[in-house]
């Protein structure tokens, strides 16, 4: 194995441990972070689309197993992996991947906004398919701004934490 699947088997293994044991069970104003979507952000560029839709699945899965909820999360993190090369083309640029592109370096606009935009959908998707209502939608749009808050700051305040950028 080389050393970056041994980096993203224990960034999977991490994420989803501090997602269940501490971030579950943090609320702010009875909304709760997903920080463990990290997973699917920090995923090598060029790194293998089907392994990456296969471990989101599985991301989702433990997290909806945990919380016992009916596959709300897998779904989204399944949409999220999907639709990442799209965020990375409007965020980037179209030759996205030619350019070593590290979510990790110092934030810039371009990763600020694949960050943002990659939460957003993620949450959006969860909580129109936890709700599965649109007499409830102003009630979705709510929770899903207050969770991206929440989860943006958390995400982008992880990434420092663990790796720093060069200064």
């Known amino acids: 194995m080389n050393s970056t699947v041994i980096g993203n088997i224990s ?9 269940i044991l501490v971030f579950n069970k943090m609320e702010l104003f009875g909304y709760t972070a997903f ?49 990442r090369p799209a965020f990375f083309r409007f965020s980037f640029g179209i030759s996205y991947e030619y ?9 810039t606009p371009e990763r600020f906004s694949f960050i943002l935009i990659s939460v957003v959908t993620h ?12 007499s409830l939608i102003i009630g979705t749009l709510i929770r899903t701004v207050a969770t991206t808050a929440f989860t943006l700051i958390l995400c982008i305040t992880i990434i420092y934490l663990i790796k720093p950028g060069k200064q």
């Open 11 to 19: 960034r999977f293994v991490l994420l989803m441990a501090a997602q």
């Open 35 to 83: 920080p463990y979507i990290l997973y699917i952000l920090l995923f090598p560029v060029n790194g293998n689309k089907a392994v990456l839709l296969i471990t989101a699945f599985f991301l989702g899965l433990t997290q909806d197993i945990f919380l016992n909820t009916s596959g709300p999360h897998a779904a989204a993190c399944v949409c999220l992996a999907y639709f």
């Open 99 to 107: 350019q070593t592109i590290r979510i990790n370096d110092r934030l």
């Open 123 to 134: 949450h959006l998707i969860l909580y129109l398919l936890e709700l599965l209502r649109f």
